[in-house]
C-alpha cells in the first residue's frame, strides 16, 4: 500500500470514526419504567387538556412551554392551571428534536404523570412513558387511552433488550381503575 494509499485510508477511518461519535451522541435512550414507577414517580396525575404551546430559546437550547387546563386530578395538588416544559421545538428558524419528547395539540386531553410543585413548570415523568393520549370513539363514545410510548422502542434492562410495550386502546374506566389502585397502594 503507498504512502497516498494508506494516508486517504486513515482519513476514512478518521471521519467515519466521527459520524459513528456524532450519531451516538445524538441519541436518547430512554429505560422503561413499570406503571408503578411512575405513579411512585409523580408528585401529580391528572387529565388536563392543551391550551397552546411556546416554544424559547434559552441558553442557546429550544424549549417548549405548553399550557394544559387540568380537568381532574388524582394524585397531588394541581392549580386549574398549569405549565409543562419539554425539551425542542420549532423557534424562529431553529427545529429541534428530542426522541421520546411528547409533542401536544390544541384541544387534545391528556393524563399526564408529572414531577414539579405549583408556581413553576411541570417535567413529564418519562416523557412519552409518562404521556396518555385519550380517544373518544365516534361511533360508540367510548374514551380509550393510549400510552405515548406503546410504539416507541424502549430499553427494558430485565429483558436487556428494546421493546415496545405498554398501554395502547384501553378503557378508560379500566385504566382509572389500575392507576387509582396503585395510587392507593402507594399511600399505605
Known amino acids: 500500500m503507498s504512502y497516498v494509499q494508506r494516508r486517504r485510508f486513515l482519513w476514512v477511518l478518521f ?6 461519535i456524532a450519531m451516538v451522541a445524538n441519541a436518547t435512550t ?3 419504567l413499570p406503571f408503578y414507577k411512575l405513579v411512585e ?3 401529580a396525575i391528572a387529565r388536563v387538556r392543551c391550551v ?3 416554544t424559547r430559546l434559552e441558553s442557546g437550547e429550544v424549549w417548549t412551554d405548553t399550557v394544559f387546563e387540568v380537568t381532574e386530578h388524582d394524585k397531588g395538588y394541581l392549580p386549574a ?3 409543562v ?3 425542542g421545538g420549532r423557534f424562529q428558524h431553529i427545529q429541534s428534536h428530542v426522541d421520546g419528547v411528547p409533542e401536544f395539540r390544541p384541544g387534545e386531553e391528556l393524563f399526564l404523570f408529572l414531577t414539579g410543585h405549583p408556581g413553576a413548570q411541570f417535567r413529564i415523568v418519562g416523557w412519552t412513558q409518562g404521556t396518555f393520549r385519550i380517544r373518544m370513539n365516534p361511533h360508540t363514545g367510548m374514551e380509550t387511552v393510549t400510552q ?3 410504539d416507541v422502542p424502549v430499553f427494558d434492562p430485565q429483558q436487556n433488550r428494546f421493546t415496545k410495550m405498554g398501554v395502547k386502546e384501553l378503557r378508560i374506566d379500566i385504566f382509572m381503575e389500575k392507576m387509582n389502585k396503585e395510587i392507593s397502594r402507594q399511600a399505605l
Do not use: E, M, Y
Request: net charge positive.
Open 15 to 20: 471521519l467515519g470514526g466521527i459520524v459513528l
Open 30 to 32: 430512554l429505560v422503561r
Open 41 to 43: 414517580n409523580s408528585s
Open 52 to 54: 397552546n404551546s411556546v
Open 81 to 83: 392551571r398549569i405549565v
Open 85 to 87: 416544559r419539554t425539551p
Open 148 to 150: 405515548d410510548s406503546a
